[in-house]
């Protein structure tokens, strides 16, 4: 599940705009979304960082707004929507990852392939869902059970000891979280398990967990 860190508030508002259409269809997942719009990673990746040279961000050509708009059925006016609501629930599906978090230890990495599925409209927004392994966070979750997610992408906006799914350098894992100053201290719901912490530079992403679906 290898979602970058980027400041997307600082973004021109086609590249702002582009970013969060990747949030929604693939979950940040760079390489999905080059795929199903047909172009390079190293160029979509370009597109969210500054040049380091002027400090500018590039602009988005014609070809690629061509492209997102013919593959998600789009108007280019989309790349001018002035908020962040508009762009949310631009379909009703979103993806489930085809890997289980580990509710016991971190696991091994690997990459993620995913589904799409219909929006649980039960459930409050949420940007992916995935599934959970173990039970170091029963009761609350259970082994099997399939979790809602939104990702987080202001860390001002941590929900601290709320349940979290981070990616991490070694893994995917659900815990409950709490700020520590050598990265994020790591609390399971089953006193069997030891907290730890993952230091920052090992964070790939932090998604608060919104709700579950048990089957």
């Known amino acids: ?34 795929q199903e719009i047909g172009v390079r990673q190293q160029t979509l990746t370009r597109l969210f960082r500054p040049d380091p040279r002027n400090g500018r961000y590039p602009a988005i050509s014609p070809d690629i707004k061509e492209k997102v708009c013919r593959h998600y059925g789009l108007d280019q006016s989309f790349f001018l929507a002035e908020t962040e609501g508009s762009l949310r629930n631009t379909d009703q599906t979103r993806p489930r990852i085809d890997q289980t978090a580990s509710a ?13 599925y219909p929006v649980i409209k039960q459930l409050p927004d949420y940007d992916f869902t995935i599934l959970v392994k173990g039970d170091s966070m029963e ?30 350098d070694q893994g995917i894992v659900v815990k409950r979280i709490y700020d520590d100053k050598d990265g994020l201290k790591c609390v399971s719901d089953n006193p069997k398990y030891l907290p730890f912490t993952v230091p920052k530079d090992q964070l790939r992403s932090v998604c608060l967990v919104v709700g579950l679906v048990r089957f």
């Open 1 to 34: 599940m290898r979602i970058a860190k980027y400041d997307y508030e600082a973004m021109p508002r086609e590249t702002r705009n582009l970013y969060l259409l990747m949030m929604d269809k693939t979950a940040g997942g760079q390489t999905a979304f080059a």
């Open 104 to 116: 016991g230890k971190l696991t091994e990495e690997i990459d993620v392939s995913y589904e799409r």
């Open 139 to 168: 009761p609350e979750i259970k082994s099997g059970d399939e979790l809602a997610c939104r990702v987080v992408t202001d860390a001002s906006f941590i929900q601290w000891g709320k349940v979290h799914v981070l990616d991490t």
